[in-house]
Nanobody, 115 residues
């Protein structure tokens, strides 16, 4: 079993920044995949950023150049740095990891971008 706890969401003005954290109950180097997804009201959950073990990060076109996914193995934590936030980034953000053969999800953290 893997428990994931997201934090760092909140209300921010357009153009602002937030850093989301996803703390895992297991050593993250054991995960073959780590990603951030988001779901806006009335929309399907979509991939924001992800990184596979030994691979390079990949990003949704809508966040390229603004968001960065990173990891801290010592803290067993995955981060999503979000800069130049836009109202359309408003959503619940979920952390996802694959500890083969299963996928695990966090409970989500709300991000609201509004003036």
């Amino acid at each position: 079993q893997v428990q994931l706890v997201e934090s760092g969401g909140g209300l921010v003005q357009p153009g602002g920044s937030l850093r989301l954290s996803c703390a895992a109950s297991r050593r993250i180097f054991s995960f073959t995949y780590m990603g951030w997804y988001r779901q806006a009201p009335g929309k399907e959950r979509e991939l924001v950023a992800a990184i596979a073990s030994g691979g390079s990060p990949n990003y949704a076109d809508s966040v390229k150049g603004r968001f960065t996914i990173s990891r801290d193995n010592a803290k067993n934590t995955v981060y999503l740095q979000m800069n130049s936030l836009k109202p359309e980034d408003t959503a619940i953000y979920f952390c996802n990891v694959r500890w083969a053969p299963l996928d695990y999800w966090g409970q989500g953290t709300q991000v609201t971008v509004s003036s």
